[in-house]
């Protein structure tokens, strides 16, 4: 009867983190794979259905406040559409095992990007 606590919060957390732009979709993939023992596809559809409302209420909000940039916006929308297309059937053509070491190489750069940046701006001040 509890076993929905952990995926809760689990999607609590990172629906909170995500709309601070940390990137909770990665903690969520992250989580759910080696927390909560779902498919690494499975959890890819499903961090899939859990961005569109997360992106549409913040694209509601950007554009509201006047931080959308329309020209940007329209130039790489198209292109970031065919690009996930695209991944999204290459994906299915190459097996699981082979997405995993990638996609960890990419967090682990990601996250040294961002902390050496963050070191970087402490030093300037």
Known sequence: MVEWII?????????????????GGTLLLVCMTLFLGVGHREA????????????????????????????????????GTAAALAGALVSLAVDVSLLRKPFGIFLLYGGASMLLGAVKKGDRR
């Open 7 to 23: 995926p809760f919060l689990a999607a609590a957390a990172t629906g909170a983190l995500s709309s601070w732009g940390v990137g």
């Open 44 to 79: 890819q559809a499903i961090n899939l259905l859990f961005f569109l409302p997360t992106a549409g209420i913040s694209l509601f909000f950007h554009r509201k406040n006047g931080f959308l940039d329309r020209e940007t916006w329209r130039d790489a929308a198209p292109l």
